[in-house]
């Protein structure tokens, strides 16, 4: 199943039919929201709002661990996120799409992993984004004349101030072009749970760097965010059609097998309270 991560300013998606909103239990707490699951012409979707319907959630706040949990429970195997973000480049202006490749990751309060309490395991994040699920992206952007910029690399603050203009400047040295708050460790996590992980990164504003442009406010943000969900909501409908013409490739992809060798801890030395926390997010490996 395909899903759906919406970042700020995106919370309903009309063009999904079949709606049921279903409550998810997680051994890692609660999920930001109940899960939305529907069909966009007839292909089965899943849908959860990072900071809740209402916005009650900051970045620090959000269980990444509980909404990928609750994602694998519900069956979805890939996974679009949808964020706003702010550009470390002339070149991004706000409006802009990009489809990200590259994080870096400069939080510091959340869980980054679901391999604690007597397991451990280390997945590879050199490609931190699903290379099909992004040309995937690329193509429904395409189809309905949405321009993606690729190449995207993230830096992920911890918020939720916004940055300050030397911190700005230092992350447009890095190589960054665009920043952000909520992408990690979501990624790291999807990576965890196997699950194909694609990000599009919808910019609202220049981040405070630009000479001539505003310091960030969130009136700006906000109005950019409504001009950018009519779009996204265009390329969410077209990426549910191509995704389902892509299922039995995907299967084959990489991501499915992030588990093969990673997890060090042997399974009878493994706890049994650890063992169920990990049951969806693992089971794959670890067994029932």
């Known amino acids: 199943m395909l899903g759906f991560i919406g970042g700020s300013g995106l919370y309903e998606i009309e063009e999904i039919s079949n709606v049921e909103f279903v409550k998810v239990s997680s051994r890692f707490g609660n999920p930001s929201d109940d899960i939305l699951v529907g069909e966009i012409d007839g292909n089965k979707i899943a849908f959860l709002p990072r900071h809740g319907r209402k916005h009650t959630l900051s970045p620090s706040e959000i269980n990444y661990r509980a909404n990928i949990d609750a994602f694998k429970q519900v ?74 910029v690729g190449n995207g690399i993230y830096v992920v603050i911890e918020g939720p101030q916004f940055s300050c203009k030397i911190e700005s400047e230092i992350y447009r040295t890095w190589g960054c072009n665009v920043i952000g708050m909520t992408n990690m460790p979501e990624a790291k996590l999807a990576r965890e749970a196997e699950i194909c992980y ?39 409908s077209k990426i549910a059609s191509v995704h389902a013409t892509t299922v039995e490739k995907l299967k084959r992809c990489s991501c499915k097998s992030a588990l093969d060798y990673a997890i060090v801890t042997k399974k009878e030395d493994i706890n049994s309270s650890t063992l169920a926390n990990c049951f969806f997010v693992a089971g794959r490996v670890l067994g029932e």
């Open 198 to 236: 694609s990000t599009v990164g919808m910019v609202t504003d220049y981040d405070c760097w630009h000479p001539s442009h505003e310091s960030v406010t969130v009136e700006v943000i906000i109005e950019q965010m409504k001009k950018n969900v009519i779009n996204a909501k265009k390329i969410i």
């Open 75 to 148: 069956g979805v195997t890939e996974l679009i996120s949808l964020s706003a973000v702010g550009s470390l480049k002339d070149n991004l202006p706000p409006g802009t799409f990009v489809l990200i490749e590259q994080f870096v990751d400069k939080t510091y309060l959340r869980k980054k992993t679901f391999f604690e309490n007597g397991v451990v395991a280390h997945v590879s994040m050199a490609e931190p984004t699903c290379k099909q699920m992004n040309r995937i992206v690329k193509d429904s952007g395409n189809l309905c004349s949405v321009e993606l």
